[in-house]
């Protein structure tokens, strides 16, 4: 397996714009995170789905960004607009619920720079 | 609620130093506790694990016992190298479907 592949790696956008962020989970796994990561506020679970069904989003820091889930192998983060402060890296991951002693696979991640 | 405290950073280290990184959870339940490091510019990668009390999770030469009695879980290894140099963090799961992380302590080896 290919592990969790996000795309694009790097985005430079300028504030306004509208920004996607895309990640393909590993196959059979039936829970997906988005976490963002900065120096002050560290790891933070914006959103997770379960079986492509939303779950909890009470982490989505406001209305700018939204979070789908199409189908078992394709999620997007999106922002619109998108702010300086939105700058961080993005990491998706995904888990099998087998059991509480599996760790999620995280992906390389998307360092998002807002200008 | 479930939380998980590790040491500050940064560490620095002297290539083969013997390093120990704290960490301690609170927890409802049985947590697995977990290990996971970032090398520079990647993802979080999965360290090592331990599902119940008194298991030791261990790789790549470094270990962590599950210390149920001092809810602690504390990462060691014996003896570091440059290649280690990385962010470390601790974190635990419960039931719920939810990864709680530490703060992530940086770790620098200096040959």
């Known amino acids: 397996d290919a592990g969790v592949i996000q795309s694009p790696r790097h985005e430079v956008t300028e504030m306004g714009q509208e920004v996607t962020l895309r990640c393909k989970p590993i196959?059979?796994?039936?829970?997906l995170f988005w976490y963002r990561q900065t120096m002050m506020r560290g790891l933070e679970l914006l959103i997770y789905?379960?079986?492509?069904?939303?779950?909890?989003d009470s982490g989505m820091p406001e209305d700018r960004f939204s979070a789908k889930m199409p189908n078992a192998s394709f999620s997007t983060l999106k922002i619109q607009p998108s702010e300086p402060r939105d700058s961080a890296v993005y990491f998706c991951?995904?888990?099998?619920?087998?059991?509480?002693?599996?760790?999620?696979?995280f992906g390389s991640g998307t360092r998002l720079t807002v200008v | 609620g479930d939380s998980v405290t590790q040491m500050e950073g940064p560490v620095t280290l002297s290539e083969e130093a013997f390093l120990t990184i704290n960490c301690t959870y609170t927890a409802t339940g049985y947590p697995s506790l977990f290990w996971y490091v970032q090398y520079p510019g990647e993802g979080l990668q999965l360290l090592l694990k331990a599902t119940k009390a008194d298991d030791k999770g261990s790789n790549k030469g470094f270990e962590a016992t599950y210390r149920k009695e001092t809810t602690s879980f504390h990462l060691e290894k014996g003896s570091v190298q440059v290649s280690d140099s990385a962010v470390y963090f601790c974190?635990?799961?419960?039931?719920?479907?939810?990864?709680?992380f530490g703060t992530g302590t940086r770790l620098t080896v200096i040959p």
């Open positions: 789905f379960n079986n492509n069904v939303p779950i909890d």
């Open positions: 991951a995904s888990s099998f619920f087998g059991a509480s002693n599996n760790g999620y696979t």
């Open positions: 974190a635990l799961r419960t039931g719920a479907n939810n990864l709680f």
């Open positions: 196959s059979g796994h039936d829970y």
